[in-house]
């Protein structure tokens, strides 16, 4: 694995706030791989990138087809092992990649800072997100999967390998019905599945990710309309519900194929003392 991470930002007609969303990247105190991938996007979003010439890596497709194709782009697009996907509307602190990856060990699946909410209309900061344990370190994945079964992390507070996250990204239909609301499901399944893979995840206990609430936000948006808080609540139930098959399946396989070794390894003993 390379050190290295690449970030990628998935935007969509957020040209006002994405100048400050690559800012931040561009500030941060361990140099990465920037990628912005603009799926459709209808205002000044390609003249906004142009002005940062090859400081970063402009992926852009005249047709919009949906938000999960778009972090799959901008994801196959990046040279680096570990990716950290930082939403259009949203910005990181200039630490916040170096103190994240002080965490990221070859044990590890992925990392979380703690996140604070900005808002927009007050112009002042909220509460904190991810409060997930009381110091910063590496911890058993089930701290992060009980987390997030009563809750959710966030992409935009996390690195993650990239493989993990193509193999999220392509396992189909998750969520499993069209009963859902703008790309969610996958973004709580980049968790819940590191935590199969990978026994221990590393946190920062620093709210080093800000999430913008304003009036077009994705989420503050669905907040004020029952029909879009339901198919938001089914998108994570189904996301769960996937992970939850995939675990039993992983311990079957595990359970099994200890009792098989073992097994095979009895009559290999057997079959060693007959020959003697």
């Known amino acids: 694995m390379n050190n290295n991470v690449s970030i990628v930002i998935p935007t969509f007609n957020r040209a006002d706030f994405l100048i400050e969303c690559i800012d931040s990247c561009l500030a941060q105190t361990q140099p990465c ?48 092992d570990l990716i950290h996907i930082n939403y259009d509307d949203d910005w990181i602190y200039p630490t916040y990649i170096e103190e994240c990856m002080l965490v990221f060990t070859e044990k590890v699946g992925c990392v979380f800072s703690d996140a604070i909410v900005y808002h927009d209309k007050e112009k002042k900061f909220g509460e904190n997100l991810f409060t997930l344990t009381n110091e910063s370190g590496i911890y058993s994945s089930k701290t992060l999967s009980n987390f997030n079964i009563k809750k959710l992390t966030s992409p935009g507070a996390g690195i993650f390998r990239k493989q993990i996250l193509l193999d999220s990204l ?21 968790s819940l599945m590191s935590c199969i893979d990978y026994k221990y995840f590393g946190y920062v206990n620093k ?20 029909k879009k808080r339901v198919k938001i609540k089914n998108a994570y ?40």
């Open 170 to 190: 392509f396992v189909g239909k998750v969520p499993f019905s069209e009963n859902h609301y703008h790309g969610v499901g996958p973004d709580i399944l980049f």
């Open 237 to 276: 139930q189904d996301a769960r519900i996937f992970y939850y098959i995939n675990k039993f399946i992983t311990t079957f396989k595990i359970y099994y194929l200890a009792k098989y070794y073992y097994k095979i390894k009895k009559n290999l003993i057997k079959i060693n003392k007959i020959k003697k």
């Open 33 to 80: 791989e920037i990628i912005v991938c603009d799926h459709g996007s209808t205002d000044t979003t390609p003249e906004v990138v142009k002005k940062y010439g090859d400081k970063i890596k402009y992926i852009r497709r005249e047709l919009d087809s949906g938000v999960h194709f778009c972090w799959l782009d901008g994801i196959l697009h990046a040279t680096n």
């Open 207 to 226: 709210p080093l990710a800000v999430f913008r609430a304003h009036e077009n936000s994705i989420t503050v948006n669905a907040d004020s309309d029952k």
